[in-house]
Each structure stands twice: as structure tokens, then as C-alpha cells.
């Protein structure tokens, strides 16, 4: 993690002396953001430049819904979707359409049913040899 902020107040985006410095700030970062309603987090994103994805919200379908922001800048670009998805998994924000996605083989539930399975199987074959010795 290379920076995070408080949730700040939508209207730094456009002070212009803000402005400057959070592009400044942001610059060459990829991360995640939080927008917030209030206190509540509304929509969790990841972006490689974060300060034209923020402003891009101001103005597209989010707009209005909002009015709060964190940041998140990350130097490992590498696990950014993983975090976000992870983010959207647990958080769960309304203003977000889709969960975070993982890799089928990230998919312990199924590896966890398939012991459950084999174990039931197991179990199941003990009490018929048991039943049939008696």
C-alpha cells in the first residue's frame, strides 16, 4: 500500500487548489477507491489513474449518489483486482452491479463439497458393512 486517505468530501475534486494537489498526489497510481453515502459505502472501484476515475464518477451514473471518497494507492498492480474483488465480496455496496469475481480455482466451497462427498460416501459404505456383520 503506497497511500490511503480518510473518506474526504466530494467538493476537493473541484477546489481548484485540491484539485491540483490530489492529481498531483495520485499521479502514476493505480489503487482502489470507496465512495460513500454518508457513512455508508456506496461502490468500490479500481482504476490506473484514480483522480480521472473519481471525477469521471462525479458525472457518469453515479453522480448524486455520492458524496464522500477514499483512496487506495497500490505499488502491486498485480493483486489490484483480486483486492477489489475481494472488497466487493465482503462489503457487498449497493452501487456496485456485479460481485468480485475469482478464479474457478480459487473456489474453496467446492473443493470443502467434494471432502463432504467423499467423506459421506466413506461413512456410507462403514454403516453397511457394519449392518451386514450384524
Known sequence: MKGVS?????????EPMFR???????RGYSGLYALYRGKRLYYVGLA???????????????????NRFAIYRISKVRFLKDIEAL???VARPP????????HPDADVTKVLKKIQ???SRTLNRIKRTLREKN
Not at 20 to 26: D, H, P, Q, V, Y
Open 117 to 119: 462427498r467423499n467423506q
Open 95 to 102: 452501487g456496485n452491479s456485479v460481485s468480485g469475481n475469482f
Open 87 to 89: 472488497l466487493l465480496r
Open 20 to 26: 491540483e494537489e490530489l492529481r498531483a498526489l495520485m
Open 48 to 66: 490506473n489513474n484514480l483522480f480521472w476515475r473519481l471525477h469521471g464518477h462525479t458525472r457518469n451514473k453515479h453522480r448524486g449518489k455520492w
Open 6 to 14: 480518510i473518506p474526504l468530501p466530494i467538493e476537493i475534486l473541484s
